[in-house]
């Protein structure tokens, strides 16, 4: 999925929705990805502020 970033309200809950249910995606044979502009930093304090588990890599 595509996310605004750190700063959007509704990435945030949309985020942690998926992340509620990454099992179910499991199961189906399906890896969430979630793909930002943002920058290491910022996606960082993404993954805590509201995605939890999500594997993070960054190509800049």
Excluded: D, H
Aim: contains cysteine; hydrophobic residues 45%.
């Amino acid at each position: 999925m595509f996310y605004r970033g750190v700063w959007c309200p509704f990435c945030n809950i949309a985020l942690r929705a998926y992340q509620q249910a990454s099992e179910l995606f499991a199961e189906a044979g399906a890896q969430l990805v979630a793909i930002s502009p943002q920058t290491p930093i910022y996606s960082a304090s993404m993954k805590v502020v509201a995605i939890g588990s999500f594997k993070e890599k960054c190509q800049i």
